[in-house]
């Protein structure tokens, strides 16, 4: 078998030509399925829920499916709507207002989603964390974005440091069964079980804003991406043209709603579409996803790397228990999809995956496969209709194809970050001779196919989870016995990447297999599980520049028995 070109599968695909759609295609043509564009009046929660809840033939549908090991649930379209009013109707009551900043740090269920469309609708914007998240990270974000509502619940508060937030006026407890004190906190089930269905939604501006995601960069603190209602225009086309949704699919995105992916494609995408969308609580393990997909009839699946290596390493025999046959279109993000596992879903799935790129700061996907396109492993695919991608140099000039260099997009696709929370000069920075600069490097063959090749900076992707070396080093620092921490990624199997930290010890503290776990466990329970070094490697000095800037560079080549190219700005 040839695999350097897997052919398109038969069937009916909402886009049959990629190049056909391409020519002479306009943004606008997309608008027009919008009820905004006949009305005036938008909001994206009223175009993903409300809209569907107000059609007779759609109302019943089932739009949220949960699935947990404890609880499963169907809730319809008109039931989201008006949960959904509900909690828009309780934010309205404790003062809420447009332009707010109300996060959401809470396991997946469904009261997250009623409160997700609930702060849209009354055009708050909204901030989901990741449930695994400590004090550390929980605080960095909520003191940037100077929320004044956090939803969370009592087992999640502990790594909440209300005292040290002035601007957090309230927080809503779900699940706290009646014993909620204090006039700062709001008891979730008895206001829901007193709130009206009915809600006057709040008319936006389209460049208004909706989401704000943090994520990681190199340097600094995690960043606020800031999302508008625009962006919806992009999560639906891209629904359409590449997840392929039809009216009675069933699609499971395993991303959380803490991650861009969880909201732009396990909210927007499938929901403006109309279809059904399978929500799953609890842990991953190869034999409770494979169930998921089997029990719920799923057609469609946009998962990531990480999890599809896992399920390679778990064989063959455990697919075989399950009856996958609904299973027609399957997609990943996140991280270089392997060939490898294109391969083995080919021989026992029968099906191709197929692979997209894009970012916290695009919003949406940009460069993708079609399902009626032929996938070239190893390959990110082609841009989608609308969207013009290039290699760059470091002044913005384009490459002729098989040049690496930086992945970069011309500015301006509808679902684009609009900005940097409070940050203009880090947006700016973002931006080269009219081009967006990934920072993710790549070429592009003859025929348009990206191909990527690394970051091209300290970014570390592990597990498909963005880790900024500056956040881990910060934390290493605060243990008492780290003088110096450098962080890098290491590669890694079946994790892509896994974090390396290299540090040197205050004077009276000697290495030992107990220290390091000790600083291991501070950094898991300080920051996160995903930021915590897998490896800890004591050193007597870490390599800096001039200027102070720990080199990780020369920290990766050393770990890598690479040559450590241009040291001159080394400090000593
Ligand atoms: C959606 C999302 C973005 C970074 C990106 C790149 C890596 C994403 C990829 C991929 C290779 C793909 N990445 N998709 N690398 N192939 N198909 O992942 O957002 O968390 O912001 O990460 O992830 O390095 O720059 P985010």
Not at 21 to 29: I, M, S, T
Not at 212 to 220: D, E, K
Not at 308 to 320: H, I, W, Y
């Amino acid at each position: 078998m040839d695999m350097t070109k897997v052919q398109p599968r038969s069937g009916k695909h909402n886009v049959e030509d990629l190049d056909v759609l391409r020519e002479g295609f306009d943004w606008e043509e997309m608008k027009k399925d919008f009820s905004w564009y006949k009305t005036g009046k938008v909001n994206a929660a009223y175009e993903a829920i409300d809209r569907h809840a107000e059609n007779p033939n759609k109302k019943d549908q089932v739009a949220l499916l949960y699935s947990a090991p404890d609880r499963e649930e169907s809730i319809t379209f008109d039931q989201l709507s008006k949960q959904s009013n509900k909690t828009a109707n309780i934010f309205k009551k404790y003062g809420i207002q447009k332009g707010d900043r109300v996060f959401l740090f809470m396991p997946r269920s469904p009261e997250f989603y009623a409160n997700f469309f609930g702060i849209l609708k009354v055009g708050a914007i909204a901030g989901p964390l990741f449930e695994a998240f400590m004090e550390q990270a929980v605080r960095d974000r909520l003191e940037d974005s100077e929320a004044t509502m956090l939803i969370t619940t009592p087992e999640l508060l502990s790594r909440v440091p209300v005292s040290d937030l002035p601007n957090l006026k309230q927080i809503v407890l779900v699940g706290a069964n009646g014993d909620t004190e204090g006039d700062n906190y709001i008891n979730f089930e008895e206001e829901m079980a007193e709130a009206s269905e009915n809600f006057d939604i709040e008319w936006v501006d389209r460049e208004d804003g909706m989401l704000i995601h943090y994520t990681s960069g190199s340097t600094g603190k995690p960043k606020g991406v800031y999302h508008v209602h625009n962006a919806m225009i992009q999560h639906y086309a891209t629904g359409k043209w590449v997840i392929d949704f039809k009216d009675d699919d069933i699609y499971w995105c395993t991303a959380d709603p803490g991650w861009v992916t969880g909201t732009s494609y396990g909210i927007f995408a499938p929901w403006l579409n109309g279809v059904t969308n399978v929500i799953r609580g609890g842990r991953f393990s190869p034999e409770s996803w494979y169930e998921t997909l089997d029990k719920h009839n799923v057609t469609i699946w946009y998962t990531a790397p990480t999890a599809l290596r896992k399920f390679v390493s778990a064989g063959d025999e455990v697919v075989k228990q399950y009856d996958l046959s609904s299973l027609r279109h399957v997609m990943s993000v996140g991280e270089p999809l392997n060939p490898e596992v294109i391969t083995w879903a080919l021989r026992v799935l029968d099906l191709r995956i197929h692979d997209t790129w894009w970012m916290t700061e695009t919003g949406a996907m940009l460069i993708v496969n079609l399902p009626s396109m032929e996938i070239r492993p190893g390959s990110m695919g082609r841009p989608i209709p609308g969207v013009e991608a290039a290699i760059v140099d470091n002044e913005g000039n384009e490459l002729p194809p098989n040049q690496m260099g930086n992945l970069a997009i011309k500015k301006g696709w509808p679902s684009m970050m609009r900005a940097i929370w409070k940050n203009p000069g880090k947006f700016e920075s973002y931006f080269i001779n009219g081009w967006y600069v990934s920072g993710d490097s790549a070429y592009m063959d003859e025929d348009g196919y990206f191909w990527f090749q690394g970051r091209l900076d300290d970014v570390i992707n592990t597990s498909g989870e963005r880790v900024g070396p500056f956040e881990v080093e910060s934390k290493l620092i605060e243990h008492k016995a780290v003088a110096e921490a450098g962080v890098i990624g290491k590669p890694d199997p079946e994790r892509g990447e896994i974090i390396k930290a290299f540090i040197t010890l205050n004077p009276g503290y000697e290495s030992s297999d107990e220290l390091l776990e000790d600083i291991r466990q501070f950094v898991k329970t300080g920051l996160s599980a995903h930021a915590a070094p897998r490896e800890i490697e004591i050193k007597d000095s870490i390599p800096k520049t001039r200027s102070g800037k720990i080199m990780r560079r020369l920290l990766k080549s050393w770990e890598l028995g690479l040559p450590t190219g241009d040291t001159s700005t080394l400090e000593e």
